[in-house]
């Protein structure tokens, strides 16, 4: 018996978990909305991100006082007595082994711990991360490809487009909130990248002309307006689930 598979899947790779301290080697603002800070540390050595939206926990330290660096047993992350640290999640931007680099690019938005961490911070800063615990591995030449996001999931948008053939022209729709935004891809002329409110971007959706096969999908940003744009693709265009992939990044409370 022949068992028929489906071309071009992503692939999952898990990584073992570790955490590492990061010092600040360096800062700059880009595009008015982000912080881009480069990290260095010996730890980084064996730090691997093969997927373009991977995401590593950022540790951020407590103004009140330091905090015990967790350990990972076989049972699983125990951490010590004191102080557990506010985390959030971001994607790693680029990684140079041979400098042991890490960057990130860190939104800049009123309220948020790690926006106001980032806006604060200094060469010398330090903070401790953990993973990426795995990676989704896509394919990079999908004949048409969608990506859907706000500010939040840019990062992981621009590293994808770095990463994709000169010939694959992808189609971005971007929930904007600040239009000093559209610099931070202004780069890649081959993508289609418009700057929309979430209305706009469903009803782009809604007519936009898939192929029968060979595309791929991805959304991301508020997890209301990824839900609705991801039942709109799967429920009512019926898009295969296996190229649709839709995480929510944030969550209106």
């Known amino acids: 018996m022949t068992i028929q598979t489906k071309p071009k899947l992503p692939e999952r790779v898990k990584n073992e978990l570790k955490f590492r301290e990061l010092t600040v080697k ?17 730890e980084l050595v064996g730090f691997s991100s093969q997927g373009f939206d991977d995401h ?6 407590p103004e009140n ?16 007595e004191g102080l557990r640290p506010v985390s959030r999640d971001y994607t790693p931007l680029s990684f140079d082994a041979a400098r042991n680099e890490l960057t990130l690019d860190f939104y800049i938005h009123d309220g948020g711990v790690a926006s106001m961490w980032a806006d604060k911070a200094a060469v010398g800063d330090t903070l401790l991360i953990g993973g990426p615990r795995g990676s989704l591995v896509i394919p990079t030449d999908y004949t048409f490809q969608l990506y859907i996001c706000d500010e939040s999931g840019l990062p992981a948008v621009r590293r994808r487009l770095l990463s994709l053939p000169e010939h694959i022209s992808p189609v971005v729709l971007v929930n904007c909130h600040h239009a000093q935004t559209h610099e931070y891809l202004s780069e890649f002329e081959h993508a289609r990248v418009e700057w929309l ?30 839900k609705q744009l991801s039942d709109e693709l799967l429920e009512n265009r019926g898009l295969d689930a296996d190229y649709v992939r839709a995480v929510a990044y944030w969550h209106n409370k």
Not at 26 to 42: D, E, L, M, N, Y
Not at 73 to 80: K, L
Request: hydrophobic residues 40%; proline residues 6%.
């Open 26 to 42: 360096s800062k700059q603002t880009v595009a008015g909305c982000f912080h881009r800070i480069v990290f260095t540390s010996p």
């Open 56 to 61: 590593v926990k950022v540790f951020f330290p």
């Open 65 to 80: 006082g330091d905090f015990v660096r967790p350990s990972v047993t076989d049972d699983g992350i125990v951490w010590g």
């Open 197 to 226: 409110d979430i209305e706009s971007i469903a009803r782009n959706v809604s007519t936009i002309e898939f192929p029968e096969n060979d595309y791929f999908v991805w959304i991301t940003g508020e997890g209301h307006d990824v």
